[in-house]
């Protein structure tokens, strides 16, 4: 397996979409929050034109069909919060081998580097690989109401 990570760009939008159709239903319920069936073309645009430092993506790379496989990001609610929401998507065919963890990894290395202070997780309580990665990475939760559970990790 050879992976390739970097920041994303606009011109992922094809590939973003192409790894939104690899998700199935229960990803993408995890990932949003709920039923997902497509991104809309404004979704496309917020999700593939970031600044990379208020709002930050990256994605893992299959260097042999150039896909994209998994997407972890942050966004800040504006450009001089301190605070940013993470979200992370792995394609179910190359999910349980570590990418989502590496590509979060890099991406609290890059949410420090800009001045993030901390960062926030959103999961469903029965999201098991959600859980784990945020307590693997020392995300603390703070709360659960309705089935979902909030959790931050402190950067400073």
């Known amino acids: 397996m050879r992976l390739r990570v970097r920041p994303i760009a606009p ?6 979409v192409e790894a939104f159709d690899a998700l199935s239903e229960r990803s993408r319920y995890h990932r949003f929050l709920g039923p997902k069936p497509r991104l809309s073309t404004r979704e496309l645009r917020y999700l593939t034109e970031v600044d990379h430092v208020s709002h930050e993506a990256l994605v ?3 260097e042999t069909s150039g896909r994209i496989v998994g997407v972890a990001r942050y966004a800040t609610a504006g450009a001089a919060e301190p605070v940013a929401d993470v979200a992370v998507a792995v394609v179910d065919a190359w999910q349980r081998r570590g990418i989502g963890t590496a590509l979060t990894r890099r991406l609290i290395d890059r949410a420090h580097a800009n001045g993030i202070e ?4 959103t999961a469903l309580a029965g999201n098991r ?3 784990a990665l945020l307590d693997r990475l020392g995300f603390r939760v703070h709360g659960m109401s309705g089935g979902v559970l909030d959790a931050a990790l402190e950067l400073a």
């Open 118 to 121: 901390r960062l926030t997780g």
């Open 11 to 16: 011109a992922d939008r094809d590939r973003l």
């Open 60 to 62: 893992a790379v299959d």
């Open 129 to 131: 690989a959600a859980r």
